[in-house]
């Protein structure tokens, strides 16, 4: 509340002065300090080095380069989100084997991982990835083959390199029945009715 027995008084020029003064010197030392090894990687004083401030300048610094050249599309847009699926697939014993397949557009991705727990011999499971094109009737169709291998799990990305159908041939050569666990992300259909509704007695 205003002391109306008391005039206000105003600050006096010295007062001005030493306040306008400490201004000057605080913002001369905050350039030197601070913004000069930050912005402009100029550390006359030291202490941007030792604050690890020039290395803030040195993450903001970017040149903006061309993407590579090449056949295919590094980047992809859909209207859609990618999707996203976990299989059980179930296989018997003594070679058991089974065919699971996704449709695929050319340049769709997937990425995908699949393990058979508890396998009693990861070197007698067989696996196969490939695609195929669906040729009309009478036609001859194309398949290509993007891995043969044994073990008891693998992982990878896929970027499909024609339209068609692409997916994996898995055998169990061992002497119990597993099951195959697949995950798959990205841009890709579901083909239905791929998996038996229980393991064939042996």
Known sequence: MKDEGHPTQTPSKRTLARVTAGAVVAAT??????????????????????????????AQAWNEVPLPAGDGELVRFYDVPFRTDTIDIPLPAEDGDLEYKVMMRAGDALVYSWEVPDIENPEWFYSEFHGHTEPSPGEVGNVTFYRNAVGDRDNGNFIAPF????????????????????????????????????????
């Open 29 to 58: 030392l905050a350039l030197f300090l601070f913004v000069l090894p930050v912005e402009y990687r100029y550390d006359p004083t030291g202490v941007g080095r030792l604050l690890g401030l020039d290395d803030l300048a040195n």
């Open 163 to 202: 339209e068609g159908i692409h997916g994996w041939y898995l055998q169990n050569q061992t002497t119990r029945p597993v099951v195959v666990r697949l995950r798959l992300a990205g841009f890709y259909e579901k083909i239905p009715d791929q998996i038996p509704d229980q393991i064939p007695a042996n």
